[in-house]
């Protein structure tokens, strides 16, 4: 009889059993997901600032190179690069005896935040030319900064667009 009773208890989990590690895996999956979906919020998040700092730092080095002379600027411009476009493609070096080009950036950066993954790079950025107020950025002839088109708000409580 005891032997009967031991290879019954042996045969597999009961109902009961099972239920209970369902539910407990649940509830570890529960607790999981908001980790995981702010771990990746993060990644995004340093994704932007690093995007940012690389195209802001570009855009100084451009203003820089208008100043140093290196960039023949026209009457009225403000020596800030009129595209994005001109600082991976290049300009002329107006002081390089070989007119060599100076290129400020490798590639433009992703907006992370983006939505659409097959809009290229360079039109995921708002910008805002030099004559546009801080408080309204409008685009205009030149590239004063950039900033996220996203309205969502970050892990610090600061939307990305005012980043």
């Not at 570890?28 to 919020?41: K, Y």
């Not at 403000?78 to 107006?94: C, E, F, I, R």
């Amino acid at each position: 009889m005891k032997h009967a009773a031991l290879q019954r208890s042996r045969a597999g989990f009961t109902i009961i059993e099972l239920l209970a590690s369902v539910a407990i895996i649940g509830i570890l999956a529960s607790v999981g997901m908001p980790v995981i979906q702010t771990a990746v919020t993060r990644q995004k998040e340093a994704q932007l600032r690093a995007a940012l700092i690389s195209i802001r730092g570009a855009i100084d080095a451009y203003k820089q190179a208008a100043v140093n002379g290196n960039i023949v600027l026209q009457n009225g411009q403000s020596g800030y690069p009129p595209s994005l476009t001109a600082l991976s493609g290049g300009v002329t070096d107006a002081l390089s005896p070989t007119q060599a080009q100076i290129y400020f950036l490798r590639s433009i950066p992703r907006d992370p935040f983006y939505p659409d993954q097959t809009t290229p790079s360079i039109s995921t950025w708002a910008l805002r030319s030099y004559a546009s107020p801080p408080d309204n950025p409008t685009s205009g002839d030149d590239v004063f900064d950039v900033q996220s088109m996203s309205t969502a708000v970050g892990l610090n409580g600061v939307p990305y667009n005012q980043w």
